[in-house]
């Protein structure tokens, strides 16, 4: 045998075996197909398109983050008829990408009527050998999901509010006194601030990573939206989308998650997003807009996005040049074309009223009906231009999606303009601030326009001084505003106090025009809040360190006398109470509008940070003072289930039912009585236990010094047993009687 090995010295391997170490270093090759998809819903084309439609579907791809080259998509053809079969194969790198590009892609809207259907190449061979025998599967455990509006159902009819102090955040319920407690409490719940959907259906709060949604009783996490350092947040008016935004650009990292619930490749450098909430996706992105002019005092106006009250449209304003108006919830741009409006500055949506959602329903029951049927209901914008060269300023009214404009309104040596609808839609207040011919100095006009009414009729108020605030009455035909002609108000300074005036407005039926009611001189308000409910206001001075007076108005105080005596304009205003809040920087009504709630925001100052409640008299029901304390929100409630109808029958027997809540209030008193006579007899008798225990003490102390002990005087017993009574007033009944002379 031949020498062979090393140096010559032979080795016998025949009967070595070498399989565990082949088995351990086995290469193996991926001959499998999980890299390949299927596409389905491809459009049918012939062989001269067949390079385009490769190249649109490669950059549609490449856009989700899902590189793919033309060469590498397959299309099989129908020789017969010379066209594609509308289904393509993608042959990916590896399984990974594969994965990635059906989360991304599947369910994509490749043009108007066409939509991506994707599956794994592998998954038909496995539905071919599925094995057809039915095996019945295991019952699942039904486990009911918590009703997102329980709230409503509370049995004493209590409201919630919530408060951030700290790393601290609670939900309260708040009610009688003996109601009030915390629902929930959790620490390090957000990063940033909380915030309320619209309805008071979910409530948000923000974290570096995103938004998180929290609902429920047990206050469950409902969904969340990967939107890294979010600042700003703003709910639809139907809770259906959220629309986010941070200063910083989207980055997309390579290896980042894809899928319709993430940023991709194609929204990178953007900073606003808008989010399907029931789903989570994300439907679009846009890069934030700033006004034109100095670079130094540029501010994004938000909402960057402006909601139709219906959720059927977004619309954003390009300053100068369009309004762009996007349909839900494809989030295409409405008949593939901006509205080109030169100079355009903003625009606001007309809210839908009562009036309106009642003929929705009457337009929806007729839908069958062979009557002829009205124009259906659109929605309506109002914008306003400034003055161009030659051309004048201008409000205009449109309806939408028509496009037609309904009204034009020129408006002439114009600084700025305001847009302040009421919120049933029934008027428009457009503020214009205007200079004289010199420039020099600035008044105000209210132009209202009354959109019920035919061809839009327009009203001009004209004041003399600025108007620093305005606000619609809710549900009314009043307004209230706030104009100063103090000469610090343009240089406000610490420790100046801005000297206003509070003005009241109604419209007079009989003349068809806005009247003054009453104005409140020489004033420090720079506020107005108006109760849900309306009649009742609250004027505030808010973010004064000098002064923080409230006042609360009733503005029906006389209603039914001065109807009957014919009084003067405006002499049912009543003043109900002023009460006083130190640097408070927010005040915002209940739902119901029986409550008023004050705070002072740590964001904003730390002196006396801190909450108060008040009924709407101003008379103050509790008030909290927290150190680092910083917000205080109510929570909203949806609108009322109840028809016209039944809402009147409430009406007409509310004397039944105030029966029945005067009897819970008696038997609450009661209670607070009850605990109160308890809590005094408690008190005394500690009292009486600690005199005896000290008389004892010093009788010990006495004899152990050898001193005589004096005897008890004269009925002990009586002065041991003395008693305190406490007189508490209770009504058991109360009989008004009319004595006629």
Not at 433 to 462: A, G
Not at 648 to 662: A, G, H, P
Request: hydrophobic share 35%.
């Amino acid at each position: 045998m031949a020498p062979n090995g090393v140096n010559g010295v032979a080795h016998e391997d025949e009967g070595i075996d070498y399989s565990d170490i082949e088995a351990k270093y086995q290469v193996e090759y991926d001959e499998g197909l999980d890299n390949i998809l299927v596409v389905d819903g491809v459009p049918v084309i012939d062989k001269s398109k067949l390079e385009k439609l490769l190249q649109k579907i490669s950059k549609d791809f490449s856009r989700k983050g899902c590189p793919i080259k033309p060469e590498n998509i397959t299309v099989p053809w129908d020789d017969a008829k010379g066209k594609s079969k509308g289904y393509i194969f993608m042959e990916f790198k590896n399984a990974d990408d594969a994965n990635r590009a059906l989360l991304a892609m599947n369910g994509h809207q490749f043009d108007a009527k066409h939509m991506f259907l994707i599956n794994r190449f592998t998954d038909f061979e496995r539905y071919l050998n599925m094995d057809e025998t039915y095996h019945e599967p295991p019952p699942e455990e039904y486990k009911p999901k918590e009703h997102l509006r329980a709230w409503l159902a509370d049995p004493q009819g209590r409201d919630q509010y919530a408060t951030y102090r700290g790393d601290e955040v609670e939900i309260h319920w708040h009610g009688k006194p003996s109601q009030c407690e915390i629902a929930y409490s959790k620490p390090n719940w957000t990063d940033l601030y909380v915030s309320w959907s619209p309805m008071g259906t979910y409530f948000a709060t923000l974290h570096r990573q995103g938004v998180r949604l929290w609902g429920g009783p047990s206050w469950e996490p409902q969904q969340r939206f990967a939107h890294p350092l979010v600042k700003l947040i703003d709910f639809s008016p139907n809770e259906q989308y959220l629309v986010t935004w941070s200063f910083d650009p989207i980055v997309v990292r390579e290896g980042a998650e894809q899928g319709p619930q993430y940023f991709s490749p194609e929204d990178e450098g953007n900073n606003i997003a808008v989010w399907d909430i029931k789903t989570g996706n994300l439907l679009r992105t846009f890069p934030s807009i700033y006004p034109e002019g100095d670079e130094a005092k540029k501010q994004m106006q938000w909402p960057a996005l402006k909601w139709s009250p219906d959720d059927k449209f977004v619309g954003r304003v390009t300053p100068g040049q369009q309004i762009s108006v996007y349909e839900l919830p494809g989030m295409h741009l409405q008949g593939k074309k901006s509205i080109k409006i030169e100079g355009v500055v903003d625009f606001e949506w007309r809210p839908i009223g009562d009036k309106d959602r009642e003929e929705m329903e009457k337009e929806n029951k007729a839908n069958g009906a062979p009557a002829k049927q009205k124009k259906a209901w659109e929605n309506m914008l109002a914008y306003w231009t400034p003055e161009v060269q030659n051309q004048p300023a201008r409000v205009s009214l449109m309806n939408f999606p028509g496009r037609e404009l309904l009204r034009q309104k020129n408006l002439f040596n114009v600084t700025e303009c305001k847009l302040y609808w009421q919120n049933q839609g029934d008027f428009l207040c457009v503020k214009v601030d205007r200079h004289t011919k010199t420039k020099k100095s600035i008044f105000c006009n209210l132009e209202i326009f009354r959109i019920r009414e035919k061809d839009f009729p327009v009203e001009i108020v004209e004041l003399k001084d600025t108007v620093t605030d305005f606000s619609w009455e809710p549900k009314g035909e009043r307004f209230a505003l706030v104009s100063s002609s103090d000469p610090n108000l343009g240089n406000p300074g610490p420790g100046i106090t801005i000297k206003t005036d509070v003005s009241f407005y109604q419209l007079d039926r009989t003349k068809g025009d806005f009247k003054l009611l009453k104005t409140l001189p020489a004033r420090t308000s720079n506020t107005v809040r108006w109760s849900p409910r309306g009649r009742h206001v609250v004027l505030a001075t808010v973010g004064s360190s000098s002064k923080s007076e409230l006042e609360f108005w009733d503005l029906d105080f006389t209603t039914d006398e001065t109807r009957r005596e014919g009084a003067p304009w405006g002499s049912g205003i009543q003043h109900l109470g002023t009460a006083d809040h130190y640097a408070l920087t927010d005040a915002e009504w209940d739902p119901s509008g029986r409550y008023l709630a004050t705070s002072a925001s740590a964001w904003r100052h730390t002196l006396e940070n801190g909450y108060a409640i008040w009924d709407f008299r101003g008379q103050e029901l509790e008030k909290h003072i927290l150190d680092r304390f910083k917000q205080f929100l109510w929570r909203p409630r949806p609108p009322t289930l109840l028809t016209k109808e039944q809402q009147r029958q409430i009406r007409r027997n509310l004397k039944e039912y105030s029966r029945v809540f005067d009897e819970e209030d008696a038997a609450e008193e009661s209670n607070v009585s009850a605990e109160l006579i308890a809590h005094r007899k408690r008190l005394v008798d500690e009292w009486n236990a600690w005199r005896q225990r000290c008389k004892e003490e010093a009788a010990e102390e006495r004899r152990r010094r050898g001193k005589k002990v004096e005897p008890a005087k004269k009925a002990p017993q009586e002065e041991e047993k003395e008693e305190i009574e406490v007189w508490v007033d209770e009504v058991i009944e109360q009989i008004e009687e009319e004595v006629i002379e």
